[in-house]
C-alpha cells in the first residue's frame, strides 16, 4: 500500500530520464506527481500548488548545467525548493534555557518532555521538568514515572487546578536547575481559554523556546493550528513526533511555513532515548518516498574519480570481466549494491536477485579471484574453460566452484545490462552505466 | 462539525451552477436572463438549467471536479479516496448527460450526495446492538498513540451508563506511564467498576480478568482500552491479535483523529488487515470541523462510524449519522 506512492514519482522522474531537452509536458507529468506525493505526504495544498508552480518555472527556464541530465536538473530543482521551503533544522543551544511546550492533544507532548529532559540530561546538563497538564487524569503520573527512572526532578500537583500557579512555584522549585522544561496541557487552538493560558504561562517563565509539538498524521489541519499558536506565544521551533508510523509528516512543513520557525527534534520510537536531531535530507526523501537523494549525489561525487568503465565496448555490446572489475570496485566505494539502488530515484532496473545479494565480502572474493586471470581471460571470459578454472582457483587461493560462481554471476550480469540496452535506447545505457559505474 | 467543508462543496457546486450557467448560456444565447437574486442555491440551478435543454459533457465538469477534488484534499479527505470519489461524480454525470432536459442540479447534487453516502455507509448504533446481543457485549478498542483511545473509553462508558447499562473498563494500557492512574480516574469520575493490574502487566490478563468479572457479576458491557501501537509494529500487533484470541470481543472498535490526513487511511488498513474493525470513532473532531478524516476511514476500510468526539467533556460524544451528516452537507440553508 505504501511502496505506490513514491513510484508515481519515480515513473514521472524515468519519463524524464531519456530527454536531451527539457519537455514541458514532460514537465507538467512530473510536477503533477509531485504534487500528488506531497499531497499524500498531508503537505498543506496551497503550499504543494506554490511549489509546484515554482519548481515548474524555474524547470522550464532554467538552462540546465552543463554535464547535468535533464533529470537531474529537475531534481535538482525540486530538492532546493523543498529545501528552501523548510528552512534548516531549528536550533538548540547547550545552555541555561527554559522550554514551552504546547500541541494539541495526543500529540505526545508528555513523552516528548521526558524524551527532550534526557537529552539535555545526557548532554551534561542540570535538567528539570515542570507538569503543568492540570486537566488530563495521570498526566502527572506518567511524567514523574518517566522523570524518576532517569532521576530528573519533576514538579507537578495533581491537586491544584491552575496551571500558572504550579508553574510559579515550580520555577521556585526548580531553581538551581539550566534546563527547565515546561510540559502543558494538550489543547486546540479553536479553546480561547486554554490559548490563553499558554499565553499566561509563557509571559509568567518568560521562556527561551517555545515548540510545538506536532503528530507527523497531522492533516491539512497542521497550517491553521500551527498559525494560531504562533500568534499566541510566537512558536520558535517544532517538534515532530511519532515518526516511526507510517506518517510522512508533511504538516510539519506548513507549521514550519506558517511560524517561520524550523524543526528541531523528531520523535521516533516509544523510549525515552527515541529523540533524533532533525535532518531535512532524510524527511525530503521520506516525503518523496524516494531514495536519499542527497546522499546518493555526495556518494557519487566521491567515486567519481576512478574506475573508468568502457562505456562504448559495452554499448556493442561487449561487457568483460574486466569491466565488471571496475564496477565492482567503484560500487564497493558507493556501499552495497541493493543501497545503491534504491537510492537511485529511476533505479527500476531489474537485475537478477543474487546481483542484490552480493555482500562485500563476496565482492571482495571476486576481485581477488579477478586479479588471478590473465589480461586475456578479462578480455575474453569465453576462453576460461575447465583447466584455467583450476589455475585460477589455485592462485587466489580458492575452490574451482568459487570461480564457477563468479563467470555464473558475470553472465548474468551480461545478460542484465544487454536487457537495459535493448529495452531502454542508447542514451539510459549511458546514465545506467554513469550512476551505476560511478564514472 | 463539518462547516468547512459544507461550506466549501457549497462553493463548488456554485462552481458548477456557473459553469452550467455558462454552457447553457452557450447553448441558449438568446436566452433572457432568469428572475433576479434567487438566495437560494437550488433555486438558482433549477432556473437557469431545468427550463432549457442541456447536456453535461464531461468537458464540461473537467474543471469544477478538479476544483472539487482540491477541496477535498484541502479537507483531509485522502487522495486516493478523493480520486475515487471524483471518479464516481463523473461516472454518474457523464452516465446521466443523454437524457436532455432532466434537472442538471438534481443531477450534480445526487451525484455528490451518491458519493458521499457511498463512502460513509451507515451509522452504527451501539445502543440497539447491544440490547440485541447476548451480555457481556466485549468492546475492544483499538488505534495508533495519541488518538484518545482511553477519553473515548470512559466517554463511551458514561454513554452507555447513561443509557441504562452496566459497564466494566478493563485497564488494558499496561505500557504508557500514567495510563493505569488516567483511566482510573476516569472511571471513578464516572462510577464505573475498574479492573487493572500493574504497569507493565499482559493486557490480555486485565482483559480477561475484565471479561471474566463482566460475566460473574452480570454487567451487560465491557470496555477494554488498550495501549496505542503503530500499524507498523509487529510484535505489538501481535500482542493485540492475541489480546483478540483471549478476550473475543463482540466489536472491535477503531480510535482515530479527525486531524490525521492521508496517514489515517494507512493505519485504518493495516489495522483491520491485523486484527479486523467492526466500528470506528473519530476523535478531536471539534478541532477539525471539516470531515475528510471520516470520508477517508469509512471508504478504506468500508467500516461504519459509530460516534464521533467533539471535546473534552464525557458528555462530549455523538453517535454518528451520515445521512444526516451529508444532508447537512449539502442543505440549502447553509
Known amino acids: 500500500m505504501l511502496d505506490h506512492l513514491g513510484s508515481s ?72 525548493e523543498l529545501v528552501r521551503l523548510m528552512g534548516s533544522a531549528g536550533e538548540v543551544k547547550l545552555g541555561s534555557q527554559t522550554i514551552l511546550m504546547a500541541g494539541l492533544q495526543g500529540s505526545g507532548k508528555t513523552t516528548t518532555t521526558a524524551k527532550l529532559a534526557r537529552h539535555f540530561q545526557r548532554k551534561g546538563l542540570k535538567t528539570a521538568v515542570i507538569c503543568a497538564d492540570t486537566f488530563r487524569p495521570g498526566a502527572y503520573d506518567q511524567l514523574s514515572t518517566l522523570c524518576s527512572r532517569l532521576n530528573i526532578p519533576c514538579f507537578g500537583n495533581p491537586q491544584e487546578k491552575d496551571a500558572r500557579v504550579i508553574v510559579r512555584d515550580g520555577l521556585k522549585a526548580t531553581g538551581s536547575a539550566e534546563v527547565i522544561i515546561i510540559d502543558t496541557q494538550g489543547r486546540h487552538a479553536l479553546e480561547d481559554d486554554l490559548i490563553q493560558e499558554i499565553i499566561d504561562l509563557n509571559t509568567l517563565t518568560g521562556a527561551t523556546h517555545r515548540w510545538l509539538v506536532l503528530d507527523a498524521a497531522i492533516g491539512q489541519k497542521a497550517s491553521e493550528q500551527a498559525r494560531r499558536f504562533h500568534e499566541a506565544i510566537d512558536i520558535d521551533g517544532v517538534i515532530l513526533t511519532k515518526m516511526d508510523g507510517t506518517a510522512k509528516g508533511g504538516g510539519a512543513l506548513s507549521a514550519v511555513s506558517e511560524t517561520g520557525s524550523g524543526i528541531v527534534f523528531i520523535g521516533s520510537g516509544e523510549t525515552i532515548e527515541d529523540l533524533e536531531r532533525f535532518d531535512p535530507d532524510g524527511f525530503i526523501s521520506r ?12 556518494r557519487a561525487q566521491q567515486s567519481v574519480s ?18 565488471m572489475y571496475k564496477q565492482l570496485e567503484a560500487v564497493n566505494r558507493m556501499g552495497p549494491l541493493k543501497q545503491i539502488m534504491s537510492m537511485m530515484p529511476l533505479g527500476n532496473i531489474e537485475l537478477p536477485g543474487d546481483a542484490y545479494d552480493m555482500t562485500s565480502a563476496k565482492m571482495a572474493r571476486y576481485r581477488i579471484i579477478m586479479d588471478s586471470m590473465t589480461g586475456k581471460e578479462l578480455d575474453e571470459p569465453s576462453l576460461i574453460a575447465s583447466s584455467r578454472i583450476h589455475r585460477i582457483a589455485r592462485g587466489s587461493g580458492s575452490t574451482p566452484d568459487e570461480v564457477r560462481e563468479l563467470l555464473k554471476y558475470y553472465k548474468n550480469m551480461k545478460r542484465a545490462l544487454k536487457g537495459v540496452r535493448g529495452g531502454a535506447g542508447k542514451f539510459n545505457m549511458q546514465r545506467l552505466m554513469k550512476k551505476f559505474g560511478g564514472m | 462539525m463539518f462547516d468547512g467543508l459544507r461550506e466549501k462543496l457549497q462553493k463548488i457546486t456554485t462552481g458548477f451552477e456557473e459553469r452550467i450557467a455558462t454552457a447553457s448560456a452557450e447553448s441558449a444565447p438568446a436566452a433572457p436572463k432568469p428572475e433576479k437574486k434567487d438566495p437560494s442555491l437550488l433555486g438558482k440551478v433549477r432556473v437557469l438549467v431545468t427550463d432549457r435543454e442541456f447536456i453535461i459533457s464531461e468537458k464540461d465538469i473537467e474543471e469544477p471536479l478538479f476544483e472539487l477534488e482540491m477541496v477535498l484534499l484541502e479537507n483531509d479527505v485522502a487522495l486516493p479516496v478523493a480520486d475515487e470519489i ?60 495519541g488518538t484518545g483511545k482511553t477519553t473515548t473509553v470512559a466517554k463511551i462508558g458514561a454513554y452507555l451508563k447513561k443509557n441504562g447499562f452496566s459497564v466494566v473498563i478493563g485497564a488494558g494500557d499496561t505500557f504508557r506511564a500514567g495510563a493505569i492512574e488516567q483511566i482510573d480516574v476516569h472511571a471513578s469520575r464516572i ?23 463482566a460475566e460473574a457479576n452480570h454487567i451487560d458491557v465491557v470496555l477494554a482500552d488498550t495501549a496505542g501501537r503503530f500499524h507498523n509494529r509487529v510484535n505489538l500487533m501481535n500482542q493485540l491479535d492475541k489480546i483478540r484470541r483471549v478476550m473475543k470481543p463482540d466489536l472491535i472498535v477503531y480510535v482515530d483523529e479527525a486531524v490525521a490526513g492521508n496517514d489515517a487511511v494507512v493505519r485504518a488498513f493495516e489495522f483491520e488487515k491485523s486484527v479486523g474493525t467492526d466500528a470506528v470513532v473519530l476523535t478531536k473532531a471539534d478541532m477539525d470541523p471539516r470531515g475528510g478524516a471520516a470520508i477517508s476511514i469509512a471508504h478504506t476500510i468500508g ?29 440549502e440553508a447553509a
Open chain 2, 86 to 145: 471524483i471518479a464516481h461524480i463523473r461516472k454518474d454525470l457523464t452516465g446521466e448527460r443523454r437524457k436532455i432536459g432532466e434537472r442538471v442540479d438534481t443531477i450534480v447534487l445526487s451525484a455528490l450526495k451518491g458519493a458521499l453516502l457511498d463512502v460513509l455507509g451507515e451509522g452504527f448504533d451501539l445502543v440497539s446492538y447491544i440490547n440485541n446481543h447476548e451480555r457481556p457485549v466485549k468492546i475492544l478498542f483499538t488505534g495508533v498513540n
Open chain 2, 191 to 213: 462510577g464505573i467498576r475498574i479492573i487493572q493490574h500493574q504497569q507493565g502487566a499482559d493486557p490480555s490478563a486485565v482483559l480477561f480478568d475484565a471479561v471474566q468479572h
Open chain 1, 306 to 323: 576512478e574506475g573508468e568503465i568502457d562505456v562504448n565496448a559495452m554499448m556493442r555490446g561487449k561487457f568483460t570481466l574486466r569491466d
Open chain 1, 9 to 80: 514519482l519515480k515513473d514521472a522522474l524515468k519519463k524524464l530520464a531519456g530527454k536531451t531537452v527539457v519537455d514541458r509536458t514532460a514537465v507538467e507529468d512530473l510536477v503533477k506527481d509531485l504534487q500528488r506525493a506531497l499531497i499524500q505526504a498531508d503537505v498543506n495544498v496551497r503550499l504543494v500548488m506554490q511549489l509546484s508552480q515554482a519548481i515548474k518555472t524555474r524547470a522550464l527556464e532554467e538552462e540546465p548545467p552543463r554535464g547535468m541530465s535533464v533529470r537531474e536538473h529537475v531534481l535538482r530543482i525540486v530538492y532546493q
Open chain 2, 303 to 331: 467500516k461504519p462510524l459509530m460516534f464521533l468526539g467533539t471535546g473534552q467533556g464525557y458528555d462530549d460524544i455523538v453517535p454518528f449519522s451520515p445521512g444526516q451528516m451529508v444532508d447537512e452537507l449539502l442543505s
Open chain 1, 287 to 298: 516525503l518523496l518516498g524516494m531514495g536519499d537523494l542527497k546522499a546518493l549525489v555526495e
